[in-house]
C-alpha cells in the first residue's frame, strides 16, 4: 500500500458524459501526479501539480482538466468522453515534485466509456 | 518527437535464468531516467538514474545509465516467480516539474 488513495476504483459510464476522479496523496506529500495508461498508449504523464498550482503538462486533452485543493487532494475532471479515453488512471504523489523524488501511485481508477 | 524504446517487449524465462531489460531514449534536455515495476495494478518505483556509468543495485535487480549512447540497461539474476511483471522505463526532462515520457514496457514471465 503506497499510501495514495483513488476513488472511485471503477467507473462505466456513456459518451458525451463528464466523470471527476479523486486523488488523495500520501501523508506530507506536496505534489500529484496524473497518468493515463491505455492498451494502446501505454502509461502517458498528463499533468502535475505541487501545493495547489499546475507544475508541469504532459500529454492531456483539452476534454481533460486537473486541480489541486488547499487540502492537497486532486481531482481529475474528464468530459465530453469518448471510446478511446477509456483506460486505467493513476495518480501519484511525491514530497517536493522534485524530479529526484519518488513517486508513488496509488491503484488506479479504471474507467470504461461505452 | 521525443520517444522511448524498450526491447523485448516480451520475455519468458526459467526461475533461476539472469535477464537484461534494454531502455533507449530520444529526448531533449535530458533529466532523469526511471525503472518501474508494474503487476497486477500500480507501477512500483524501481531506480531513478542521472549520472551515466554509475549502477543503482537493489538486492537480485540492478541498473545503469549511457548518456552518451542515450540508453539504459536494468539486469534481473537469479529471476524468481515473483519478478514477472511489466517493467517500464520512463524518461523525464524539464527543467522545474516531472515530464515524462514512458516507454511500452517489457513483459517478463518467470516460469518455475
Known amino acids: 500500500d503506497s499510501g495514495v488513495t483513488q476513488t472511485p476504483k471503477h467507473l462505466i459510464t456513456a459518451t458525451g458524459q463528464r466523470v471527476t476522479l479523486r486523488c488523495s496523496p500520501r501523508?506530507?506529500?506536496?505534489?500529484v501526479y496524473w497518468y493515463q495508461q491505455s492498451l494502446d498508449q501505454g502509461l502517458q504523464f498528463l499533468i502535475q501539480?505541487?501545493?495547489?498550482?499546475?507544475?508541469a503538462k504532459g500529454n492531456i486533452l483539452e476534454r481533460f482538466s486537473a486541480q489541486q485543493f488547499p487540502d492537497l487532494h486532486s481531482e481529475l475532471n474528464l468530459s465530453s468522453l469518448e471510446l478511446g479515453d477509456s483506460a486505467l488512471y493513476f495518480c501519484?504523489?511525491?514530497?517536493?515534485?522534485?524530479?529526484?523524488?519518488?513517486?508513488?501511485f496509488g491503484p488506479g481508477t479504471r474507467l470504461l466509456v461505452l | 518527437e521525443d520517444k522511448v524504446v524498450q526491447s523485448p517487449l516480451s520475455l519468458v524465462v526459467h526461475e533461476g535464468d539472469t535477464v537484461t531489460l534494454n531502455c533507449s531514449y530520444e529526448?531533449?534536455?535530458?533529466?532523469?531516467l526511471l525503472w518501474y515495476k508494474q503487476e497486477k495494478k500500480a507501477p512500483t518505483f524501481l531506480f531513478m538514474l542521472?549520472?551515466?556509468?554509475i549502477e543503482k543495485k537493489s538486492g537480485r535487480l540492478s541498473s545503469i545509465l549511457d548518456k552518451k549512447e542515450l540508453f539504459s540497461i536494468l539486469n534481473i539474476t537469479a529471476t524468481q516467480t515473483g519478478d514477472s511483471a511489466i517493467y517500464l522505463c520512463a524518461v523525464s526532462w524539464d527543467n522545474y516539474g516531472q515530464n515524462f515520457v514512458f516507454g511500452p514496457g517489457t513483459r517478463l514471465s518467470v516460469l518455475p
Open positions: 501519484a504523489s511525491s514530497v517536493f515534485g522534485d524530479r529526484r523524488e519518488t513517486q508513488y
Open positions: 542521472t549520472s551515466s556509468g
Open positions: 529526448v531533449t534536455n535530458f533529466r532523469s
Open positions: 501539480y505541487y501545493n495547489g498550482e499546475e507544475r
Open positions: 501523508s506530507g506529500d506536496l505534489s
